[in-house]
T-cell receptor, first 112, second 112 residues
């Protein structure tokens, strides 16, 4: 199993550009989520999904969209990038009834 | 809302024992998790406590007191590779689907 994979690993965007961060998992996990991590901060939940076709907002959803058309994939879209969105983004997944969450390697995004 | 408090930094000596504390405020509490994150890496799961008491996994132990809204992670026989950030996370009810809320983390520094 590859676990949770994320692409790209690094990305630089200009203010106002849009892009999609990809996340995929091959463990058949129902629950998937996106976090951002800023220096000196913990992980803050952006959006999550409890299954295909179902998504909901987390703590810091503004400026981001998600969709979940399959169990495996959970892309995160930045609609119009802003410097405040410079961060490291982690995707994670787990079985709904279990507590152990698996994280992808992260995407380091810089918005200039 | 949810909030978690962790000391920002702890220093310990190789071979010694260290305890890292976590206090939380949340509603609909299910359990407390601990994650380890090395610099530049992704968080990895260490332990989970749903009930009061101590859980042991090798050199790592985690404790929970639900009545005090308090938990800690204990690391024994410290090794240099244990230098990392350690995050506690509360599993709670959010909008019908339980999610994780993370503390800001404790940076553990191991000295030889």
């Amino acid at each position: 199993n590859a676990g949770v994979t994320q692409t790209p690993k690094f990305q630089v965007l200009k203010t106002g550009q849009s892009m999609t961060l990809q996340c995929a998992q091959d463990m058949n996990h129902e629950y998937m989520s996106w976090y951002r991590q800023d220096p000196g901060m913990g992980l803050r939940l952006i959006h999550y999904s409890v299954g295909a076709g179902i998504t909901d907002q987390g703590e810091v959803p503004n400026g981001y969209n998600v969709s979940r058309s399959t169990t495996e994939d959970f892309p995160l879209r930045l609609l119009s990038a802003a410097p405040s969105q410079t961060s490291v983004y982690f995707c994670a997944s787990r079985r709904t009834e279990l507590y152990e969450q698996y994280f992808g390697p992260g995407t380091r995004l810089t918005v200039t | 809302g949810q909030s978690l408090e962790q000391p920002s930094e702890v220093t310990a000596v190789e071979g010694a024992i260290v305890q890292m504390n976590c206090t939380y405020q949340t509603s609909g509490f299910y359990g407390l998790s601990w994650y380890q994150q090395h610099d530049g890496g992704a968080p990895t799961f260490l332990s989970y406590n749903a009930l009061d008491g101590l859980e042991e996994t090798g050199r790592f132990s985690s404790f929970l007191s639900r009545s005090d809204s308090y938990g800690y992670l204990l690391l024994q026989e410290l090794q240099m590779k244990d230098s990392a950030s350690y995050f506690c996370a509360v599993r709670d009810q959010r909008g019908g689907a339980d999610g994780l809320t993370f503390g800001k983390g404790t940076h553990l520094i191991i000295q030889p």
